[in-house]
T-cell receptor, first 114, second 112 residues
């Protein structure tokens, strides 16, 4: 399966712990986007990255959240000192970055903060 | 401020009939629109898209119509099948390789 991979699928953390979410884009895709979906809501954009660069982080909370997409390996969304309000489904999408193109989504990571 | 609005939270149609899902937007800078389908506990699956230079795009049973003057688009599914039962999200973007702005989604139920 050459689709977008995300792991873990489910993550449980206690308040104050760190959460690390991983995303491997589709083969040939160099653009990665992270979105968050709260219950009963649509997906909200968080951050857009290309290899080793953050292109748009306008949707990312200023504190506790960070993202990277290193030259080698998956993209990582890191949430430090998690709070209950961080509980959500986090989706990663990728695209090949040529003109207008569709973003293809992974299965998501469901984060639960106890 | 909700820039992409799907005002009907749910829609129920009979198998074989047409499903029409509506979406409105407020940002006139949006120039590319997409529809995604989502099953519970899965990621959104891309269905169909349309550029603002077009007013219609068709792919099999799915057709998207865009009315730029009304800032409105719709997704038509003909004929509807029980497997189409899912949440459908409308999304929009400005320019190439930019973030998607999503509506809240509409739950479609296709009755056998």
């Amino acid at each position: 399966n050459a689709g977008v991979m995300q792991n873990p699928r489910h993550l449980v953390r206690r308040r104050g712990q760190e959460a690390r979410l991983r995303c491997s884009p589709m083969k040939g895709h160099s653009h990665v986007y992270w979105y968050r979906q709260l219950p009963e809501e649509g997906l909200k954009f968080m951050v857009y990255l290309q290899k080793e660069n953050i292109i748009d982080e306008s949707g990312m909370p200023k504190e506790r959240f960070s993202a990277e997409f290193p030259k080698e390996g998956p993209s990582i969304l890191r949430i430090q000192q998690v709070v209950r309000g961080d509980s959500a489904a986090y989706f990663c999408a990728s695209s090949h970055g040529v003109s207008y193109n569709e973003q293809f989504f992974g299965p998501g990571t469901r984060l639960t903060v106890l | 401020d909700q820039q992409v609005k799907q005002n009907s939270p749910s829609l129920s149609v009979q198998e074989g009939r047409i499903s029409i899902l509506n979406c409105d937007y407020t940002n006139s800078m949006f120039d590319y629109f997409l529809w995604y389908k989502k099953y519970p506990a899965e990621g959104p699956t891309f269905l169909i898209s349309i550029s603002s230079i077009k007013d219609k795009n068709e792919d099999g049973r799915f057709t998207v119509f865009l009315n730029k003057s009304a800032k409105h688009l719709s997704l038509h599914i003909v004929p509807s099948q029980p497997g189409d039962s899912a949440v459908y999200f409308c999304a929009a973007s400005t320019g190439a390789n930019s973030k998607l702005t999503f509506g809240k989604g509409i739950t479609l139920s296709v009755r056998p």
